[in-house]
């Protein structure tokens, strides 16, 4: 019976990271083929249009799977999850080049999607390593000072930072490592510029304060489900625990 229950636990353990990977590396495989093939317009503040490119949409999904997987499976978890979704980017560049490289029919779509698709891939990877390891280490850094405790302060304290390194470097690797930017002729650059770095920072600072009541409630059912009791406690931690034999006879 003991090691029905503890292999039900580990189970459970397993899934649970399989569908946060899941979706973090599914969202990174989505956003890289998005990417800046259109922007979209999310309202103003006042004259200040709010203009976000539609692979910055789900980004902010990436911060919570990680955030979680830190909270509960550590930090080295959180690392090589980081490591495969590089690995991710490459082999979608990898599949892009040779979709264009290989002979075949015209594809004028196709194309373009893949010029936009390897200016957002460039600027992302830059940025994806820059802002998902300085999440990861400022979340655990947040985590050591606090001694497991102020868990809304590890999860805004490290997504705020990663997500202002992230912007900041998508936004000028696109535009001065690709030239894809839809610029204004006329216009100022480094005003045009920092309007996208700011719009692009409010919408994920906007996304990461409102992920922080789901971040607490998914913490709390995933402690239970996952059988990961105690504050800040990690799953390396808190080991499967298994019943005792029953004395024969």
């Not at 990417?35 to 990436?62: D, E, K, Q, W």
């Not at 460039?122 to 979340?139: E, I, K, P, W």
């Not at 607490?216 to 800040?232: D, K, S, T």
Request: with cysteine; net charge neutral; aromatic share 10%.
């Amino acid at each position: 019976m003991g090691m029905t229950v503890g292999m039900a636990v580990e189970e459970r353990r397993q899934v649970a990271f399989l569908v946060l990977a899941g979706l973090f590396l599914g969202t990174m495989g989505m956003l890289n083929i998005l990417g800046l093939t259109r922007f979209v317009n999310l309202g103003s503040i006042g004259s200040f249009p709010i203009v976000v490119a539609v692979g910055a949409l789900p980004y902010p999904l990436t911060f919570l799977c990680t955030d979680l997987i830190s909270e509960l499976w550590g930090e080295r978890r959180a690392s090589q999850l980081v490591w495969v979704g590089l690995l991710l980017n490459g082999w979608i560049v990898l599949v892009l080049w040779l979709g264009g490289a290989l002979p075949g029919t015209e594809a004028p779509v196709f194309f373009e999607v893949r010029r936009l698709a390897f200016g957002a891939v460039g600027a992302s990877m830059a940025a994806y390593m820059a802002a998902q390891f300085t999440d990861v280490r400022l979340f655990h850094f947040w985590k050591r000072l606090t001694k497991g405790r102020a868990l809304w302060l590890r999860n805004n304290g490290s997504t705020l930072i990663s997500q202002l390194v992230d912007t900041t470097a998508v936004v000028l690797i696109s535009h001065y490592g690709a030239h894809v930017l839809p610029l204004r002729e006329g216009e100022p650059l480094v005003m045009q510029l920092g309007q996208f770095i700011a719009a692009g920072y409010l919408f994920k600072l906007l996304a990461a304060l409102a992920d922080t009541l789901p971040f607490y409630l998914l913490v709390g059912a995933l402690r239970r489900w996952l059988e990961v009791p105690g504050e800040g406690t990690e799953l390396a931690d808190a080991p499967v625990a298994k019943e005792p034999m029953e004395a024969a006879g």
